[in-house]
């Protein structure tokens, strides 16, 4: 699959929980007292993973992103704000994405083989996370009028988990089909011992910026983009090898095998080209997990300060 930035990311983790620890605390003296918001989010989303990319060898973020297969997040979140420094959010989303070899466009080089593998997959995904704020700007404010005040870059960091489901298209009737049941790569045959059947629920680590500008005492809009790193590389049920089409027979009921035989070798519907990917060819890149992100909008509104269920009537206001 094509390479993400999982190693800065995971860096820039470890910094961020770090010092969410050590500045809540040791800068208790910048907080406005506790409040809670919550708020809404729609975000363009893109998938990171072994279909699609760009020319030439499948690479890194966004050099092999295709624009064309963006789709679209949607959800909502709540969060505590115990200083003007950190947060800690719980977000639910709902949302796709999408890969598809037939999007590259082809120069005659590496990325050739992608292109004529001729994959393609979307998915619905749910997820639900909880990332801590980090609000660094807030150790430099000194003047009320500080424009920082209003306006806050941000940096996220957390643990969450999200449930997917792969679906092909049917070459014979351009139906959309439920991919892991099909065992594309033969996950859970006995002569691939090393594929396990992978599980439709997974655990993310989502990671990312952005800035939030103040719109009143009440409500803010925030921009923001968040990489998910997973530890599945079958987002899109493509991983490792071609496998001998015959064990479908052998391990699935008659309609089903044929369907799997059908879709998860689409090389020979390419025009132009036969059937250029055996038993044991390169069907993916098994050493980098898949990803995936969004980029776009927060609005959030002030809930309430303090205890919530404390009896209190008067309205929380932010101290500009």
């Given at each position: 699959m094509k390479q993400t930035l999982h190693s800065f990311w995971g860096k820039c983790s470890v910094f961020l929980l770090c010092a969410s620890l050590t500045y809540t605390s040791s800068y208790s003296?910048?907080?406005?007292?506790?409040?809670?918001?919550?708020?809404?989010?729609?975000?363009?989303?893109?998938?990171?993973?072994?279909?699609g990319g760009n020319a030439g060898k499948g690479t890194t973020f966004l050099k092999d992103n295709n624009f064309s297969m963006t789709r679209f997040f949607a959800g909502g979140f709540i969060a505590v704000h115990p200083s003007e420094l950190f947060a800690a959010r719980l977000a639910v989303n709902f949302g796709k994405i999408e890969g598809d070899d037939a999007v590259i466009k082809g120069k005659g080089g590496m990325e050739e083989a992608r292109r004529m593998r001729n994959l393609n997959f979307k998915s619905s995904v749910l997820e639900a996370f909880v990332v801590g704020e980090v609000y660094p700007t807030v150790l430099f404010e000194s003047d009320p009028t500080d424009v920082y005040r209003k306006i806050r870059p941000y940096a996220v960091a957390g643990i969450?988990?999200?449930?997917?489901?792969?679906?092909?298209?049917?070459?014979?009737?351009?139906?959309?089909?439920?991919?892991?049941?099909?065992?594309?790569?033969?996950?859970?045959?006995?002569?691939?011992?090393?594929?396990?059947?992978?599980?439709?629920t997974q655990l993310n680590v989502p990671l990312g910026i952005g800035?939030?500008?103040?719109?009143?005492?009440?409500?803010?809009?925030?921009?923001?983009?968040?990489?998910?790193?997973?530890?599945?590389?079958?987002?899109?049920?493509?991983?490792?090898?071609?496998?001998?089409?015959?064990?479908?027979?052998?391990?699935l009921p008659p309609a089903q095998?044929?369907?799997?035989?059908?879709i998860q070798n689409k090389s020979p519907l390419r025009a132009g080209i036969g059937n250029t990917f055996g038993a044991g060819a390169k069907r993916g890149t098994p050493e980098n997990n898949d990803a995936y992100y969004t980029a776009g909008f927060k609005i959030s509104w002030r809930l309430f300060s303090g205890n919530p269920w404390a009896n209190s009537t008067r309205c929380p206001v932010i101290r500009y």
């Open positions: 003296q910048l907080s406005a007292g506790t409040y809670w918001e919550g708020g809404l989010t729609i975000a363009p989303s893109n998938f990171l993973g072994d279909l969450g988990v999200f449930r997917f489901n792969p679906k092909g298209q049917d070459p014979a009737n351009g139906q959309w089909v439920a991919l892991q049941p099909l065992r594309t790569e033969g996950q859970g045959m006995a002569e691939y011992p090393d594929r396990k059947p992978y599980k439709l800035v939030k500008y103040y719109v009143n005492d009440n409500m803010a809009l925030s921009f923001e983009i968040v990489h998910r790193k997973t530890f599945t590389d079958y987002i899109d049920d493509v991983s490792t090898q071609y496998i001998d089409e015959s064990l479908f027979y052998n391990y095998a044929a369907v799997a035989d059908r």
